[in-house]
């Protein structure tokens, strides 16, 4: 067929030609094609044409760049219009396809007919479905007269009807009405004779391809459409009855599609929007709607031909019967889900769709199974049998589009002959899968003979869907009603019926402007009891608004008939006197005949399928998981990423990693500034073998600002790890130019045995990782396959089972199931195991604890296993039923636990393999021995290269180990080694670990002088002072402090180095400048001096400067070898803090390296140059890299300094040069505090390496003994003085230090007891030679401390422990103590001691109204038009920034909002406002003006237009009130009620008081987890508002004294909570205070102690709630009318509506009667046409939604209209009314809800009854 787009296909002819010009296609052999001559010259027309359609073309573009249109709406249109031209290209050619099929069709149909005529003989016919040419030939000759039949009906007919219904289509008329010349044609015809013998059933297979052209045209606004060509295919029944014994012997004719017949439409002109993609499937659907409205089952299509017909029985005659469909399984379905872009094979997650007609059902859908157990139920009316079939097609569940997995179709006429079939179907259009259905016959009975056993049988029917089974089908004809009632204005109504059973509901089609409708419809309902069901009809006009009758029928009136059949008039209740309405109701018993169903069907449909499996059946792939284990090592020369200096200097990085395997990721901590990093961390993750996958590690540097810094990457195909089980490697990155990664990676073999349970625990406990990761030792697999004899819930009703198991800290949860006491799960879960064989008693995490529950709210049992059964079990296999605990006796649960132990590469096969153990080993639990081969590989990740290096024996007595040399091909070295004597200890130096702790404290300086010069030198400036400190080669350097001549730093510095003479402290002060640094002095100190005093703090002169002095504390810090002083050392950095953040050391580390012995060879086969690393927290040192050998010699001595001993670890590191590691060591810090001396000198079994590597050391821990955790110490005699502190704090708010030169005050409180009047510690100061005299100093305290007393001895104990050693910063201080230390309790204040003005603020509420007369900044067209502005105002006022909404294109806006500011009156601020018009780039300005604080503070109410500055026109309108406060409740009534009468568009609601909190000090607070006493900070919420307090220093005792304030809506609801929790993330206890307990003291004020939840019973809080309501001069506006901003309905919110509410019990009827509203709130200019919608919540159908008549253009309508529910009282409780008003009139860009309403059933008295105004409140309210 040529193309009609002939133009550019001239050269393509050339070169070959298409399928239309054979001719052209083939030339024959040696002939040549001649090219086609073109034209000469340019045509003008056509360039002027070529030119216009291109200006057309991107005039569009222009106009969207001038008006500054998005791109993006230019490309949504290129791709709707090429979607629409692809959508109307296929459909035209499938058009073209059809007609070209059919004309060949009939071609060579004749020619097959005529050679079928002469080959077969005469006899031979097909009985099924026969050709009835000779009808096609008859209505291809009567087509055209159809055609005829069918314009005179669209222009006569239609066409008028169309114009009378609306004004906009009075211009309309068919402009073209061609049937063409393709006639309908029936393909075949099948006759049934096996039905009724009074009627003809005829099949007709009918397929019409048409050129029809119809063309339609409203001349008014221009419009053409039409269409042009339609297919439609499918199956009509017709049905000939009754037969008649008259002429013409049939009654009538009935048509109707069984199913929906494949429609396909060709529009043309306006209505070719429907080809655009989407519209198209869409307009096809509503057309094929419409057509299954009236043509396909149930709808039927009935022309009568004789007179006086019946013809309602014939549109709805009764169903042929019901067929229940159980949806039991499936098996094998195939999968269709796939991991890492289809590299992982998945399963499915697979529902099934059931159609039988316009019935359709949806199953729920199962994840990951390819056999799923449905379970459910479901029930279908037949219409038509044979005919109707029953589709089941099986999708896969997809977040996108769900792939299909299969379908089958059912005759239902062979399910009404069997009554029941059983069976397993294939699924088609699938490689595999079938699906398992139960279906039964219900036949229709006319009698109520077997209604009990229908229902006793039902009983026993089990399902997982929501609706239990039916026992009868009700259909109701509704034929038509008489004198109706007419609506208000005499206006004839639009009725139309809602018929309701139950839940369910339906409408009939609407009969306009009618009082005697006729509807002739019937509507079918299945009904579960008759007895106890009613028929509830509702007779209503067109809006569902005004009922014009109603109408009840209880069905057990029906049962009482005779042939259960109703059939007459009935009067309307709430109607007419003489309306009524014509129904006939029949009801038909619906019942299985298991009479005619054969024996096995039949016993298993009786026994109801359920037969209980004795061991689970899980998939094949259950269990199969393994453990991948990742250890990250370290990393080594990686890519620097962090720049200094603007990229000048190049840094280093602090590197992590993300390793991604298996969907699991994990992230390494961050090591700092390192290009060679240690993580030493361990992951484990549960996979599946599955092919193509890989370990992804990613290595990052971790920034700050701004996105990390990528630093390389590895794949590691999961493959080759588990085929290698077993790998040690250095890995390079890929993607940078250096670094590589060290991974142990270990495909974990599992093992069904538990006699290696000790082996593996005792192996993993020699194990410590950086991450704190515990090595799994085994894993627990669980499959849940389904429960049985679930108890019932409370109200009687199945539960839905959902089963939570939980092992130690890990929960997973199964599915929620469908209602069923037998629920099926088929779930499969997989647990991490650390140690199986702990006791439930001791350990709650190492039990197995599984626990049902209804929707995880109502527990439904539980069940607990040990693990450790499990290791008794034959395969650790436990798989049986398990009774239930805290269920029913006979509720059980059906599982299997498998257990699979992790036996790792390294672990010791057999206990007996350790011959020899060091004597010292069970010191370091955490050290462990690797025996058996070792495989190690080079670090190429293509090739890897192994070395096995044999096993090398020790005995077990003497300490001498002769090494086996590797044997290679590549090395002809002899690596053999004479045997090496070992020493038992090391020998390091005599002057080992004798080094000491110099701490440096640089606290202040004064006087400095100033070097910063402004204005050139004219103006003498201040200087930016910094500290420089040099000890030896140390040099430190403090923080700069700002413009400063007196500077504050506190900071602290720690040197590490031995006592020697000629030493000094260099400490030089600079101003620090851009160019060169200024000098401001320096000072030396003498180590001598320093040594010899021990502790110095004193005042330095500058020298070299005219002024200036610095404050130095100077410590020489002695060290112990006990731990006696350790705590006191911890307490005192808790109670320390410097601005430098620096953490006193509380002890000394030093390592001494002497050797090593019998380490690994090289993968070379060559003895290591063996180097180790020495890794404490930042600290990295590194030995000396020895010669070649074995066991290497360093002798070399270390020292670190350590923060807390309990936690610090210290790794060492061995390797060969620095690249292979040789193997590696942890010595927890800890361990040394048990030792005598604090000293470990052995041999240390290396990890890693061989089993007999060793490694000598000696580890010394050297507590350091700061003379500030002693007695209050010496300072300087003439700086002393007497200052009173709080919370340890000085003026400026730094910490003090425990040994500050002053005099320390502070009052220890206590809130319970007071014995004494406050006091303090006082120390008498010593003689000045004491001073200088260190012995005599020493002999001095010795003497004093034998004259202590013993009563003084136990004061002194009884305040440490109360108080701790932070309250030794509150004593009082001199020099050296001279006498024992005598404390003094104070007493604790019984009340807060506030500031003078709290609580003294008041309240400034602004109320922006309206603008007038702005000036338009907006304009159009380039500045052409004059346009608007869209203005809001921002209002700022004491720091506080207030902007009000948008209001656009508007000169006169109206805003009506209001703001609150709580402010002093004494403040001198002023209240600013400027006005701007929004745009999309920069707001333009408006004006502003400013209006003092004062000055509204004086006149307390301020009215007013204030006029706009700085612009040409405009002025505001704004109402300022300044609200004090009263201490007492008197109008707090009126102040809330002026909340109801005032609204906002901001939804502000005014506050109605204040609350100010003083929080003091708490007391007795819990110590922290790790013992130490707390940084307590506390919360304060209020509502929306919440303030933090600062966080106290360590302290049990904290002390604020912080005030707040908030503002309150509502005191006597809101309430105040109060949380305390340590440095924000550990709770210490809570207060919750209800503002209203305020109201009932005095001057509304509580100040005392409260006592807190959550802690200890001591804990308690001191503070002062003061509760000030504010005195608004807008209350006495409320009685005048003027109230501004007053809601019109002089109600609250957005009205109000009167209900009543009662409960009948004895009816158990919920009565409510919508009595009328008042003040509704009009959401626009248009009027309000009000009604009222009323349902009872939770209700998902709808089922009790209800609502009264729409009252026309009313704000204040009267209903007066009564609804009632049936509704038992326990469900009453759960149950809460949502009433909405709506405006009917509401247009589409307007809420049509006006208010609603909420209200809690539970919380109502309705047995009484109660009657009242609700306010109507906004839904977002």
């Not at 209001?1458 to 701007?1476: D, R």
């Amino acid at each position: 067929m040529q193309s009609e787009k002939s133009e550019p296909s001239e050269p393509m002819v050339a070169e070959g030609s298409g399928p239309n010009e054979p001719e052209k296609s083939a030339p024959s052999q040696g002939s040549e094609v001649q090219p086609v001559p073109r034209a000469k010259g340019i045509n003008a027309v056509a360039v002027l044409w070529t030119f216009g359609k291109c200006l057309g073309a991107l005039l569009p573009v222009y106009l969207a760049g001038y008006y500054r249109v998005s791109t993006s709406l230019l490309v949504c249109g290129m791709v709707v219009y090429t979607g629409w031209k692809h959508a109307r290209e296929a459909k035209e050619e499938r058009l073209r396809s059809a007609m070209q099929l059919l004309g060949d069709e009939q071609e060579l149909g004749g020619l097959k007919m005529s050679k079928i005529k002469r080959d077969l003989p005469a006899w031979v016919n097909f009985p099924d479905v026969e050709k009835v040419e000779w009808l096609n030939k008859v209505l291809q000759q009567v087509w055209p007269f159809v055609g005829q039949y069918l314009e005179k009906l669209l222009v006569e007919t239609i066409a008028p009807s169309i114009r009378a219904s609306s004004s906009h289509l009075q211009t309309l008329s068919f402009t073209k009405v061609d049937m063409g010349d393709k006639a309908m044609k029936v393909v075949g015809i099948k006759a049934h004779t096996e039905n009724d013998k009074g009627q003809v059933l005829l099949d007709l297979y009918i397929s019409y391809v048409g050129n029809v052209e119809i063309d339609v045209e409203v001349k008014r606004y221009f419009c053409k459409a039409g269409v042009k060509g339609i297919q439609l295919h499918g199956m009509m029944r017709v049905i000939l009855e009754p037969l008649i014994g008259d002429v013409p012997i049939v009654g009538a004719v009935t048509m109707f599609f069984i199913r929906r017949p494949k429609l396909d439409i060709n529009w043309t002109g306006l209505t070719n929007l429907l080809d655009i993609p989407g519209l198209n499937v869409m307009s096809d659907s509503m057309i094929m709607d419409a057509i299954a409205s009236f043509l396909v089952l149930p709808n039927r299509l009935v022309v009568p031909l004789v007179p006086n017909l019946h013809v309602g029985h014939l549109r709805s005659p009764l169903p042929r019967g019901v067929v229940r469909i159980h949806l039991v399984e499936a098996q094998n379905l195939a999968a269709k889900d796939s991991y890492v872009k289809g590299v992982m094979a998945g399963l499915s997650d697979p529902y099934a769709i059931l159609r039988v007609g316009p019935q359709m059902f949806t199953s729920h859908h199962f994840d990951n199974t390819d056999s799923p157990k449905w379970g459910e139920m479901y029930e279908v009316i037949v219409h038509e049998v044979p005919g109707q079939e029953l589709e089941v097609e099986v999708y896969d569940k997809d977040p996108d589009q769900d792939d299909f997995l299969g379908r089958t179709k059912i005759d239902l006429g062979i399910v009404k002959k069997s009554i029941a079939v059983d069976d397993w179907f294939p699924l088609k259009d699938t490689p595999s899968g079938r699906v398992h259905l139960r279906l039964e016959w219900l036949a229709l009975m006319p009698t109520t003979d077997r209604l009990e056993q229908i229902l006793k049988r039902n009983e026993s029917v089990t399902s997982k869907t929501a609706d239990p089974p039916s026992s009868a089908i009700l259909v109701i004809y509704l034929d038509k009603a008489e004198a109706l009632p007419i609506k208000k204005g005499n206006k004839e109504p639009n009725p139309m019926v809602q018929l309701s059973v139950q839940d369910i509901t339906r409408e009939s089609k609407t009969c306009y402007t009618t009082v005697d409708p006729e509807w002739e419809e019937a509507f079918t309902f299945f009904i579960q009891d008759p007895r106890k069901q009613d028929i509830d009809i509702q007779v209503k006009d067109v809006d569902r608004v005004q009922t014009l009758g109603s109408l009840t029928i209880p069905l057990s009136r029906v049962l009482s008939t005779t042939g259960l059949s109703l059939d007459q008039w009935f009067q309307l209740d709430n109607s007419g006197s003489a309306s009524r309405i014509y129904i006939n109701a029949i009801l038909r018993m619906l019942w299985l005949d298991e009479e005619r169903i054969t024996a096995d069907v039949s016993s298993h449909l009786e026994s109801g399928g359920k037969q209980l499996p004795q061991e689970t059946s899980p998939h094949s792939s259950f269990a199969t998981e393994g453990l991948l284990r990742i250890h990250l090592l370290a990393g080594q020369n990686l890519v620097p990423k962090d720049n200094l200096m603007g990229g000048m200097v190049k840094g280093k990085s602090d590197p992590y990693v993300k390793i991604n395997m298996g969907g699991e990721t994990f992230t390494s901590q961050v090591i700092k500034t390192n290009l060679n990093p240690t993580w030493n961390e361990m992951y484990e993750v549960i996979l599946t073998q599955l092919p193509g996958q890989e370990l992804h590690l990613e290595v990052f540097d971790k920034d700050m600002d701004m996105k990390d810094d990528f630093m390389g990457r590895l794949k590691i195909n999961l493959k080759d790890i588990i085929d290698s089980q077993y790998t040690d490697q250095w890995y390079t990155l890929k993607d940078v130019k250096s670094g590589r990664v060290h991974l142990v990676l270990e495909w974990v073999p599992t093992a069904s045995e538990a006699d290696q349970v000790d082996q593996v625990l005792h192996f993993y406990s020699r194990q410590s990782y950086q991450n704190k990761a515990i090595p799994s030792a085994g894993l627990l697999f669980v499959f849940i396959e389904q429960a049985d004899g679930l108890p019932l819930k409370k109200s009687g009703k199945e539960p839905k089972v959902g089963a939570e198991i939980v092992l130690g800290a890990m929960s997973r949860k199964t599915t929620v199931c469908d209602r069923s006491m037998s629920p099926e799960w088929n779930e499969a879960f997989c647990f991490l195991v650390r140690d199986p064989r702990e006791d439930i008693l001791l350990v709650k995490s190492m039990v197995f604890l599984l626990q049902l529950s209804h929707s995880w709210t109502l527990p439904m049992g539980s069940l607990v296993v040990p693990i450790k059964e499990l290791l008794a079990e034959p395969e650790l296999v436990l798989d049986q039923w398990f009774h239930l605990d805290g269920a029913s006796p006979e509720s059980q649960v059906l599982l299997r636990a498998e257990l699979k132990m992790l036996i790792p590469s390294k672990c010791p096969r057999a206990s007996g393999q350790d011959k020899v153990t060091l004597k010292e080993s069970n010191r370091f639990p955490d050290q462990r021995k690797r025996e058996g081969d070792v495989i190690q590989k080079s670090s190429s990740v293509d090739a890897p290269v192994e070395t096995l290096v044999p096993q090398v024996l020790m005995h077990e007595e003497v300490h001498e180990k002769t090494p086996v040399a590797d044997v290679t091909e590549d090395t002809k070295e002899d690596a053999s080694s004479p045997s090496v004597v070992k020493p038992p200890h090391t020998a390091p130096d005599l002057s080992f670990a004798n080094e000491g702790l110099m701490r440096i404290i640089l606290k202040e300086a004064e006087d400095l002088v100033a070097k910063d010069n402004l204005m050139g030198g004219m103006k003498k400036g201040k200087s930016d002072p910094y500290a420089k400190i040099t000890v030896g080669e140390v040099t430190f350097k403090s923080n700069v402090v700002k413009e400063n001549l007196n500077p504050f730093w506190n900071e602290m510095y720690q040197v590490v180095m031995k006592p020697q003479s000629g030493q000094d402290v260099l400490v030089e002060l600079y101003d620090k400048d851009m160019d060169k640094d200024d000098l401001l002095g320096r000072v030396n100190v003498s180590m001598a001096d320093i040594i010899h005093s021990q502790y110095m703090d004193k005042w330095y002169t500058l020298s070299d400067v005219k002024s200036g002095r610095v404050r130095l504390i100077v410590e020489w810090v002695q060290t112990v070898s006990h731990n006696g002083t350790l705590d006191k050392v911890m307490q005192l950095q808790s109670l320390q803090s410097f601005n430098n953040k620096t953490v006193p050391s509380a002890a000394l580390l030093f390592v001494y390296m002497d050797r090593a012995h019998a380490l690994p060879f090289k993968k070379s086969g060559k003895e290591p140059k063996a180097g180790a690393e020495l890794v404490f927290g930042n600290t990295t040192y590194k030995t000396k890299v020895c010669d070649r050998s074995r066991s290497p010699e360093w002798n070399e001595a270390f020292y670190f300094l350590v923060r807390d001993p309990a936690e610090e670890m210290l790794v060492i590191k061995l390797s060969s040069a620095w690249d292979q590691p040789m193997g590696s060591l942890v010595v927890p810090v800890k361990e040394l505090l048990s030792e005598p001396q604090l000293v470990l000198d052995q041999w240390m079994p290396l990890d890693g390496a061989l089993p007999e590597s060793e490694l000598l050391l000696r580890a010394e821990l050297k507590i350091l003994n700061s003379r500030m955790t002693e007695a209050p110490q010496a300072c300087h005699p003439a700086s002393k003085k007497t200052v009173t502190v709080d919370a340890e704090k000085n003026e400026d708010g730094s910490t003090l230090p425990l040994d500050d030169c002053a005099t320390v005050t502070s009052p220890l409180k206590y809130p319970e007891e007071a014995t004494n009047d406050a006091g303090s510690f006082m120390v008498q100061p010593p003689d000045a030679t004491l001073v200088d005299d260190r012995a005599d100093a020493e002999e001095h305290r010795t003497k004093s401390d034998h004259q202590v007393h013993t009563e003084d001895m136990e004061i002194q104990d009884m305040m440490a422990e109360d108080a701790g050693l932070d309250d030794q910063a509150h004593s009082t201080v001199s020099d050296l103590p001279a006498e024992p230390l005598k404390p003094k309790v104070d007493v604790s204040p019984q009340h807060t001691s506030p500031s003078q003005d709290f609580g003294t603020e008041a309240l400034l509420r602004i109320h922006l109204l309206e603008a007038q007369s702005l000036v338009a900044k907006d304009n159009l067209m380039g500045g052409m038009v004059k346009g608007k502005s869209d203005p809001y105002v921002k209002i700022t006022i004491g720091g506080v920034t207030f902007k009000s909404h948008v209001i656009k294109e508007n000169l006169n806006p109206t805003w009506n909002e209001m703001y609150e500011v709580v402010l002093s009156s004494h403040s001198v601020q002023e209240i600013q406002l400027e006005a701007f018009d929004k745009d999309f780039d920069s707001d333009d300005f408006l004006g502003r003006f400013s209006i003092k604080l004062s000055e509204v503070v004086r006149s307390q109410y301020i009215d007013q237009w204030y006029t706009l500055n700085d612009v040409k026109s405009g002025r505001l309108h704004l109402i300022l009130e300044w609200v004090p406060t009263v201490s007492h409740s008197v109008q707090l009534d009126q102040v809330l009620q002026l909340q109801s009468l005032q609204s906002f568009k901001n939804k502000a609601i005014p506050s109605a008081a204040l609350l100010f909190v003083h929080l003091e000090r708490a007391h007795s607070l819990p110590l922290k987890k790790s013992g130490k006493e707390p940084k307590a900070g506390a919360e304060l919420v209020l509502g929306d508002t919440t303030y933090k307090t600062q966080l106290c220093d360590r302290s049990a005792n904290p002390q604020w004294a912080e005030s707040f304030y908030f503002l309150v809506r509502d005191p006597k609801h809101q309430m105040l909570v109060l949380k305390l929790s340590s440095g924000w993330d550990q709770p210490m206890g809570s207060l919750v205070v209800c503002v209203r307990e305020l109201l009932a003291h005095p001057q509304l004020v509580l100040d005392q102690w409260f006592h807190l939840d959550g802690a200890t019973p001591d804990s308690q809080i001191l503070l002062r709630l003061e509760l000030k309501v504010l005195e608004t001069k807008m209350v006495d506006m409320i009685s005048g009318g003027t109230l501004p901003c007053a809601d019109p309905s002089s109600g609250s919110g957005n009205g109000q509506v009167k209900l009543s509410l009662s409960y009948d019990s004895r009816e158990t009827k919920l009565v409510i009667i919508v009595h009328a509203c008042r003040g509704l709130l009009r959401p626009s200019k248009d009027a309000v046409d009000s009604f009222v919608s009323i349902m009872l919540l939770p209700d998902k159908s709808k089922a009790t939604k209800r609502k009264t008549a729409v009252k026309k253009r009313d704000l204040n309508p009267e209903f007066n209209e009564r609804f009632e529910y049936n509704l038992p009282a326990e469900e009453l409780k759960l149950r809460h009314l949502s009433l909405s008003v709506k405006n009917n009139s509401a247009s589409f860009r307007s809420r049509d809800v006006i208010g609603q309403v909420q209200i809690e059933l539970a919380e109502v008295e309705l047995v009484p009854g109660v009657t009242d105004w609700f306010v109507l409140r906004d839904e977002a309210e």
